[in-house]
Nanobody, 125 residues
Framework: QVQLVESGGGSVQAGGSLRLSCAAT????????MGWFRQAPEKEREFVAATPWSGDRTIYADSVKGRFTISSDIAKNTVYLQMNNLKPEDTAVYLC??????????????????WGQGTQVTVSS
């Protein structure tokens, strides 16, 4: 079982930046890819970005392309989400998740086997 802990959330004004971190423990052979999702109040969990631990591939939701960057540091067992040019509609709890493979279905939360508790991101206009 992989344990995930997110950090780096906060409150910023529109146009600002934040970098989220997701530290993984107990990774061993049970985690191949990592994803970021977000969930706003009364909305479904939404895919943001994913990458394998190798960092050689990425996928992004259309709503964040060109603004967000996912990266991984396998030596630190940490995945990052750099968020630039933030907009009020980016306000949500951001969660990282672990999957056992690299697959197109990484855009679905059902593909993931472990989840962090989430970190709040609030963007004001």
């Amino acid at each position: 079982q992989v344990q995930l802990v997110e950090s780096g959330g906060g409150s910023v004004q529109a146009g600002g930046s934040l970098r989220l971190s997701c530290a993984a423990t107990g990774r061993a052979f049970s985690s191949y890819s990592m994803g970021w999702f977000r969930q706003a109040p009364e909305k479904e969990r939404e895919f943001v970005a994913a990458t394998p631990w190798s960092g050689d591939r990425t996928i992004y939701a259309d709503s964040v392309k060109g603004r967000f960057t996912i990266s991984s540091d396998i030596a630190k067992n940490t995945v990052y989400l750099q968020m630039n040019n933030l907009k009020p509609e980016d306000t949500a709890v951001y969660l990282c998740a672990s999957a056992i493979a690299w697959t197109p279905s990484l855009v679905s939360p059902r593909t993931y086997t472990s989840w962090g508790q989430g970190t709040q991101v609030t963007v004001s206009s």
